[in-house]
């Protein structure tokens, strides 16, 4: 045997042109479909690449916006204690109405960045958008009082409001109403 007999090369090209199998019409019809499913896979695999990177970005965009809004509620909470703690005269003083002004700007910030109050007082107890501090007698289930204020962006809660709880009225205060309803 010669080299040119062991090769595939050399094979080939002794072959005739009536030994190469000639591409049928059906055969490149399959070819063409495959193709076009591999190009439809792709495009489809692009669009889905893209819809995931906006909504990475959104997300990431989304959790700066929660970062900054975290560190910050602490001052907002303590410009709110600072009006409240101020006695009645001071109250009107200059300074107590720009203590006042600042916190309203700086919720006037937080709520053009999305931001909003979870409003508790008198709801139902909501896990999710609550943080118990606590029970008292109240209505079952309902807050009662407001120990501090919580915010949300979006559906998405940045710092739950933190609430004390009712637990149903006391046993004596029940008895005591039913008392007075029977007198009366």
Do not use: C
Request: glycine share 8%; net charge negative; no cysteine.
């Amino acid at each position: 045997m010669t080299d040119e007999q062991d090769s595939p090369v050399g094979a080939e090209a002794t072959a005739s042109p009536a030994d190469v199998e000639e591409p049928t019409l059906e055969s490149l019809r399959a070819e063409l479909e495959t193709a076009r499913a591999a190009q439809a896979r792709a495009v489809a695999d692009y669009q889905n690449l893209l819809r995931r990177s906006r909504d990475e970005r959104a997300e990431w965009s989304a959790a700066a916006v929660t970062g900054a809004v975290v560190a910050f509620l602490p001052v907002l909470d303590d410009l709110e204690r600072a009006i409240e703690a101020t006695p009645g005269e001071m109250s009107e003083q200059p300074w107590a109405e720009g203590v006042r002004l600042v916190m309203q700007k700086f919720r006037g910030v937080l709520e053009q960045s999305g931001v909003t109050e979870i409003h508790a007082l008198g709801k139902p107890f909501d896990p999710a958008r609550h943080e118990a501090a606590g029970s008292a007698p109240g209505p079952e289930g309902a807050v009662i009082h407001l120990v501090r204020r919580g915010y949300a962006l979006g559906d998405r809660v940045v710092r739950p409001a933190m609430v004390i709880v009712g637990a149903g009225t006391p046993a004596g205060a029940e008895a005591t109403g039913a008392h007075d309803a029977q007198t009366q």
